[in-house]
């Protein structure tokens, strides 16, 4: 499946990134493959899927209203998340470039590795999309933030089309000036502060740029990634001394929300917690985050 005819790579990227953002994309980019390569650990890497994959397309999206940050965080746990939008543009993506320029492409799967367990991506978008210049690490784990476009999710496309490579972004937005001076009073950021399960800590130097960021994984996940708490759920019924037990594991009122967003496949299952882009000047106040601010501008 190869063209006849000679592609020119600048122009095919052009095409891509105004096909990507007529789909809903915000943010496009080129990530550097030979970094990703090095980078990425053995079995994780673009071509351990795609053994002649030439170029990483990452894509952002934007990520909620403004409206969101200010509902109950119950409420927010329903419809918090965009990143199916962007798992279906990138999608689109792939098609379209095998479409019109008859060349392999796959969406990249944005899941977990079967093998290596719940917690483990078969590949980073994260990594995808900051090498691909679209996001940069911030304080708050692994949240990617634009200058621009503030909290975004993000999907990545792999293809045999050879395309131009983006560099990553030079300056990174996070800590923002508000959050530095916070930092100097508290010793914390507003993210650090506001996590419900504290799994957030880090240092800033003396320039206002992060030194160290650590993230509790672990803490993150057993809270917010309700796929984790649902085995445990059943576990704790089978382990019952008695049915009195048993029915408590499995109907007590908390429990009883898992079957619920299982049943009408709410993506409030995979992850709930937004309290740290809650409070992140980034996320809710980048000239771009606000859908509103970015319709007055034409974007």
């Not at 983006?166 to 300056?171: T, V």
Request: hydrophobic letters at 40%.
């Amino acid at each position: 499946m190869s063209g006849t005819t000679e592609i020119d790579p600048a122009a095919a990227k052009a095409e891509i990134i105004a096909y990507a953002k007529k789909r809903g994309a915000l943010v496009v980019g080129v990530a550097d493959l030979a970094a990703i390569e090095r980078i990425a650990p053995p079995g994780h890497r673009p071509s351990d899927i795609m053994p002649r994959v030439k170029s990483v397309i990452a894509l952002g999206v934007g990520g909620q209203t403004q409206g969101a940050w200010s509902v109950p965080a119950k409420a927010m746990a329903y419809f918090g998340s965009t990143e199916t939008r962007a798992y279906s543009c990138a999608y689109g993506l792939s098609f379209f470039i095998e479409n019109r320029f008859q060349t392999p492409s796959i969406y990249c799967p944005p899941d977990m590795d079967n093998e290596a367990g719940p917690r483990v991506p078969m590949q980073s978008l994260k990594l995808h999309a900051e090498l691909a210049g679209i996001g940069a690490r911030s304080l708050a784990g692994d949240i990617l933030l634009h200058p621009e476009f503030g909290y975004m999710y993000f999907a990545s496309v792999f293809t045999e089309l050879e395309l131009p490579a983006d560099a990553p972004l030079a300056e990174n937005p996070c800590p923002a000036p508000s959050c530095v001076d916070m930092y100097r009073k508290v010793g914390q950021t507003p993210c650090m502060k506001f996590c419900p399960v504290q799994c957030l800590s880090g240092r800033i130097d003396d320039a206002g740029r992060q030194a160290e960021m650590h993230y509790d994984m672990a803490a993150c996940a057993e809270m917010t990634q309700q796929y984790e708490a649902v085995p445990a759920v059943i576990a704790a019924a089978l382990a019952a001394e008695d049915a009195a037990a048993r029915t408590d594991a499995l109907f007590d009122p908390d429990n009883k929300m898992l079957w619920y967003k299982m049943s009408v496949g709410s993506g409030g299952l995979l992850a709930q917690c937004f309290e740290c882009m809650r409070v992140c000047p980034i996320a809710t106040r980048a000239p771009q985050a606000d859908p509103i601010r970015r319709s007055k501008l034409g974007s």
